[in-house]
């Protein structure tokens, strides 16, 4: 019997590898950057670009960043060996949660080890089944199984399809649910969509809904001071929840966060299970991260968004000259489309040896005949690395009839 259990998992694996859907992992053997040190399948190592990190800002092997997670080891330790309601509050992790929910507008946040987990606790203390939750069909997964561990109705819509999302609101209405949250990535990471929030909100008002934002692919860099999706469509303000992550833009250690207003976050603190069963973030994350956070938040923010900016346009333009079909759009998520798994898996490979770091997402990452290189721009890009990659990009689409 055990025999035949070890039997099946290698054949799932055989069929995973058969359809081009192996997803191997490499080593890198430095810092992360805008240049990595990678450990080749020959045991060699070389230097290459890196495009496909969520380094956005380029605070994730900053030297001040690195630095203020020393220090804060150094005064508090590795970890508090204990979950926040036992002993396992220091007072980093209310400095953090009070810095993070300044930054972002909100009354007051909670800390969970990862946003995975804050979008996992988040619905079902808040939720019950009187309630629903209208979801985009694109949201992170993590969404998807936050939600399905509520017991409120699920309703979904197409992506960013705001007529879909009235009939859903209107038939929750209609099925007669007490209270409705609109969950939706702020940005979608697979295609760089940034969500229609001003009409979210004006959809949320009309029918009364509260709004729920996953802002892990936008805080610290979309709109002013980088204070996320909402901010870049003028409705921070009108946000009822935001998760996020440290682990992207604000120093890409780890760490999720939920800001809220403070019954919310104090109803979390009782109920949310990520939260209540699992150990405080440890001290060096919240150190980097406070960090992240100041300099992100300040003029030296500005400058780096304004050159990560500068950076996804001249990509994009780059790109499109050379005949590439990118996803349009503003974000520095920006992706290369190919269509066939196996054709995205070899691009990247071709890729690498030309010394540039990409990687083909295929399913279930994306749907089915959507695979892609997704590439992902940082302020800690100089112009040269962009210019290097398009290069590489059109002589490789050259090679393989891309383009
Ligand atoms: C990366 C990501 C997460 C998970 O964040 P972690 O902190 O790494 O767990 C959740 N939601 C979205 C939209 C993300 O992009």
């Not at 629903?132 to 069909?137: F, K």
């Not at 007669?176 to 008002?205: E, R, V």
């Not at 990118?326 to 030309?354: Q, T, Y």
Request: proline share 3%; glycine share 12%; net charge negative.
């Amino acid at each position: 019997m055990r025999q035949a259990f070890y039997e099946r998992v290698r054949g799932e694996l055989a069929s995973i590898e058969e359809q081009g859907l192996t997803k191997p992992e490499r080593v890198i053997v430095s810092r992360q950057g805008p240049e990595i040190q990678v450990r080749g399948a020959d045991g060699h190592e070389k230097v290459v670009l890196n495009f496909c990190a969520n380094n956005y800002l380029g605070l994730a092997g900053d030297e001040r960043v690195t630095q203020a997670g020393v220090e804060a080891s150094e005064r508090w330790g590795a970890g508090t060996a204990s979950v926040r309601f036992i002993c396992g509050t220091l007072g980093i992790h209310k400095e953090l949660e009070a810095a993070i929910s300044a930054y972002l507008g909100f009354e007051d946040a909670i800390l969970f080890a990862a946003a995975f987990d804050a979008n996992g606790g988040v619905f079902e203390p808040l939720l019950g089944e009187d309630d629903a939750i209208v979801s985009d069909s694109l949201n992170h997964a993590s969404i998807i199984d936050g939600v399905r561990l509520c017991k409120a109705k699920r309703y979904r819509f197409a992506n960013s399809d705001m007529d879909e999302l009235e009939s859903q609101l209107k038939q929750a209405r209609a099925d007669g649910a007490k209270q409705i949250m609109i969950a939706t990535d702020g940005a979608f990471s697979m295609d760089g969509y940034i969500a229609k929030l001003k009409d979210i909100c004006d959809l949320a008002d009309k029918y009364e809904a509260l709004v729920m934002v996953d802002d892990c692919h936008a805080t610290g860099f979309l709109g002013p001071q980088g204070r996320g999706s909402g901010a870049w469509n003028g409705v921070q303000d009108r946000i009822d929840i935001i998760t996020g992550t440290f682990g992207k833009a604000l120093g890409g250690a780890m760490g999720g966060f939920v800001c809220a207003k403070k019954e919310v976050v104090d109803l979390l603190r009782q109920r949310a299970r990520p939260y209540l069963f699992s150990n405080a973030l440890a001290p060096s994350v919240c150190g980097s991260s406070l960090e992240a956070i100041r300099i992100a938040s300040g003029e030296t923010g500005d400058g780096l968004r304004a050159k990560l900016f500068a950076n996804a346009e001249r990509f994009r333009t780059g790109m499109s000259q050379a005949g590439f079909k990118l996803l349009p759009g503003e974000h520095p998520i920006i992706p290369v489309m190919l269509g066939d798994a196996k054709l995205a898996g070899a691009m990247a490979s071709k890729m690498l040896d030309k010394g540039i770091y990409v990687i083909g997402f295929s399913f279930p990452v994306v749907p089915r005949g959507l695979a892609r290189i997704r590439t992902q721009m940082s302020a800690a890009h100089e112009s040269g690395h962009i210019d290097r990659a398009v290069s590489a990009f059109t002589e490789v689409g050259r090679e393989l009839g891309v383009i």
